[in-house]
């Protein structure tokens, strides 16, 4: 099946405790991307990466690292997570222009609680 | 660079009876139109897309919208809705060259009254 998959599903964490969220693709999509989304503020990018090893900031970077060693794995870090980024995280893949459109496909979502 | 207006929040709508989700956008060059549907708890999933030809898109479950390029609009409307339609819905526009990234905008939770 194809799907995008990010874990933990759940996490609970403490200010400053480097933690990393999962995101593998299995469509072997070129663009994957991060957003956060908060109540009345909708989605909000954080970074994508357009191939292996090449990876851009968003709209709202900071505070957040990435990584692209591999086509299917995206992971997102918080070195150094803090309150404000309690939010719900997507990450998402798209085959770009090569799948004829900018479609993205979503993971389920990661809900983020940092005390 | 493209932003997207969704005017209203929360649109609580009777069952069965119409109902129309506005969108608005904007973008100094040609663009992709989507509508993602958030079910409660769960991810984003693709209900419709406006990519070229027809103005007018449809989905699997009645939802259609409009591609209105002198208005900048992409209502979204459904003419019969139903309790499992109760979601958020989210309108994105990207623009058509590269693979250029998703603007949302920031969504209208639909709320269906029995």
């Known amino acids: 099946e194809a799907q995008v998959t990010q874990n933990p599903r759940y996490l609970i964490t403490v200010t400053g405790k480097k933690l990393t969220v999962t995101c593998s693709q299995n469509?072997?999509?070129?663009?994957m991307s991060w957003y956060r989304q908060d109540p009345g503020l909708g989605l909000r990018q954080i970074y994508y990466?357009?191939?292996?090893?090449?990876?851009d900031k968003g709209d709202v970077p900071e505070g957040y690292k990435v990584s692209r060693k591999e086509k299917r794995n995206f992971p997102l870090i918080l070195e150094s997570p803090s309150p404000n980024q309690t939010s719900l995280y997507f990450c998402?893949?798209?085959?770009?222009?090569?799948?004829?459109?900018?479609?993205?496909?979503f993971g389920p979502g990661t809900r983020l609680t940092v005390l | 660079a493209q932003s997207v207006t969704q005017l209203d929040s929360q649109v609580p709508v009777f069952e069965e009876a119409p109902v129309e989700l506005r969108c608005n956008y904007s973008s100094s060059v040609s663009v992709y139109l989507f509508w993602y549907v958030q079910y409660p708890n769960q991810g984003l999933q693709l209900l419709l897309k406006y990519l070229s030809g027809s103005t007018l898109v449809e989905s699997i479950n009645g939802f259609e919208a409009e591609f209105n390029k002198s208005q900048t609009s992409f209502h979204l409307r459904k003419p019969s809705v139903h309790i499992s339609d109760t979601a958020e819905y989210f309108c994105?526009?990207?623009?058509?060259?590269?693979?250029?990234?998703?603007?949302f905008g920031t969504g209208t939770r639909l709320t269906i009254i029995p």
């Open positions: 998402a893949s798209s085959p770009g222009l090569a799948g004829g459109s900018n479609e993205q496909f």
């Open positions: 990466s357009m191939n292996v090893e090449v990876t």
């Open positions: 994105a526009v990207s623009g058509t060259f590269g693979n250029e990234k998703l603007t």
């Open positions: 469509m072997n999509h070129e663009y």
